[in-house]
């Protein structure tokens, strides 16, 4: 049962993480199926197989951010080169989801994982995604990228410890608000994702491996999860990114308010419990 568990949901992990629906929260709702909620070890470790799927995807971009960057250090490259001004971005990017996964980590692993948290959030910024997408001037380019607009761009991506939010909507909805077209606001989130993800899933992995502690499912049956979520994710990625050159993000605002409704209707009236099964 648990590979069949780690199967459907490293497919949920691949499928969902890129659409501005919350991965997180799609692992809590359908862990319910298997027994109770997978926890917040099995889902960081699972991210970091679509997180692999993102490297192979923008792998030039981080080969060239990475040598205009380091080159910027001895003269090579000038430092306000755009590859260099992005190196440093996903840096101060990438500092508010540190410091609140610190700082808040006890929530992260009990109360944020609430069903009732998951439902409201999946509802909330759903609208605000739609909102966000709606007003957005679309005329903005990673190119127009600032200081200021990357630590926005950080907290939006922090609000993801809550599942429900999602990452990449948060980023999103940031990004639109901004003034981003669809395909920038993503890409840079993306980008962001990289060392956000890579981070919280080697800390989550080697402190398992260093407590003896459970993953939820078992070594095994989460070492496949990755696995299927990563080869599952780099298809989802590539027809996401072509999606939204020329849709907008309606159809998953609605997707997230219906399925935030069901369950928080399905919690009124008892056929869920809040926090059945969350572990660590």
């Known amino acids: 049962m648990d590979w069949l568990a780690a199967f459907v949901l490293g497919l949920v992990q691949g499928l969902t993480e890129f659409l501005p629906v919350s991965s997180s929260a799609h692992l809590r709702i359908v862990g319910e199926w298997f027994g109770g909620d997978p926890g917040a070890t099995f889902t960081a470790i699972t991210q970091i197989g679509t997180e692999a799927a993102v490297v192979i995807y923008v792998w030039n971009d ?32 990438t500092l508010p989801i540190v410091i609140l996964g610190v700082l808040l980590q ?19 910024f759903g609208v605000i995604l739609g909102v966000a997408d709606v007003l957005g001037k679309k005329v903005l380019t990673l190119e127009n990228l600032t200081v200021k607009h990357g630590i926005i761009y950080g907290f939006a991506q922090a609000l993801a410890l809550i599942p429900g939010v999602s990452r990449s909507g948060g980023t999103i909805t940031a990004g639109r608000l901004l003034g981003y077209d669809r395909p920038s ?96």
């Open 62 to 93: 981080i080969v060239r951010i990475l040598k205009a960057w380091f080159g910027s250090f001895t003269g090579k490259v000038a430092k306000d080169h755009p590859d260099v001004r992005m190196g440093w971005y996903i840096i101060i990017g």
């Open 185 to 280: 606001a993503a890409r840079y989130g993306f980008l962001l994702a990289i060392p956000a993800v890579f981070g919280s899933g080697l800390h989550e992995l080697v402190s398992a491996l260093k407590d003896g502690t459970s993953t939820g499912l078992g070594w095994g049956p989460t070492i496949f999860a990755t696995i299927v979520a990563g080869v599952v994710g780099w298809f989802v990625i590539k027809y996401f990114m072509r999606y939204i050159e020329n849709h907008s993000f309606l159809p998953f605002v609605l997707y997230r308010i219906v399925i935030g409704t069901i369950i928080l209707m399905c919690l009124a009236f008892g056929i869920l419990n809040p926090l059945s099964g969350v572990h660590v």
């Open 106 to 124: 006890g929530f992260i692993r009990d109360q944020f994982r609430s069903l009732w948290f998951v439902g409201a959030t999946l509802i909330i």
